[in-house]
């Protein structure tokens, strides 16, 4: 039988991470389902009481999302239309009971490749913060993620916050899932976009897309080669096969063949570009 500890500051997490590995647990929906059937051996440090890890707060140049911060937290934030696409995850982070417990952190924390918050996120630029007792340190989303189940979080560090950079008021993001069913269901394809539109024009853009690969991926060629195109009937015309084809690696497996997954990202990107270029004021 594994050791339970519940700290109740941020000091006395990180001092018990300083003497030993723990797993860190902040809402358990995926560690507690994992584990049904056999008994508990793993040593357990419960965040969940922390204080100072929920909400999400302006902090200048960005906003600040607590590491404890839920998805109905989230969902209830009265935040800017480039938080839309994030938003729109959280629908479809598995139900109600789910979304009130579970945390954004803990998603990014538990690394699958089918996460939903991860894309969005990734179209954000958002970034994760890391504490330790040595120190703090800041890594952007798209290299915190490394493999299936993997990430940048060291033994001895607990995720704190994440931070999503400020965009101007006429950004706007969206988030599309592809599933078996429309809820509580596991992805098979997830495209996330944040786009800043300049005069008629893809001004800033981000396209992320998720469950194709072992970690989310950007598709930072068709960013390049769509940034200053105008919005309008010819942009989503732009979106080429080799655009998805060369970066993600889906796999076969229950949900859906390698070749469907590529295909369904294709036409997801299509769809998805098409709705925030409409909502931007364009016509694709």
Known sequence: M???LRPKSLDDALEALRASPWVILAGGTDFYPARVGRALDEDVLDITAVDGLRGIDDAGDHWRIGALTTWTDLLEA???????????????????QIQNAGTLAGNLCNASPAADGVPPLMALDASVELASADGRRVVPVDRFVTGNRQTQRG???????????KRPDATVSTFLKLGSRTYLVISIVMVAITLEPAD????RIGISVGACSPVAQRLTRLENDLTGAPLDNDLIGRVKADHIDAVLAPIDDIRGSGAYRQEAAL????????EVAALAGGSA
């Open 155 to 165: 033994p001895n560090e607990v995720v704190t916050a994440i931070r999503v950079p």
């Open 200 to 203: 008629g024009t893809v001004g």
């Open 2 to 4: 594994g050791t339970y």
């Open 267 to 274: 036409v997801l990107v299509r769809r998805a570009l098409s």
């Open 78 to 96: 009265p935040l800017p239309a480039s938080f839309d696409g994030l938003k729109r995850a959280a629908r479809e982070v598995g139900g109600v």
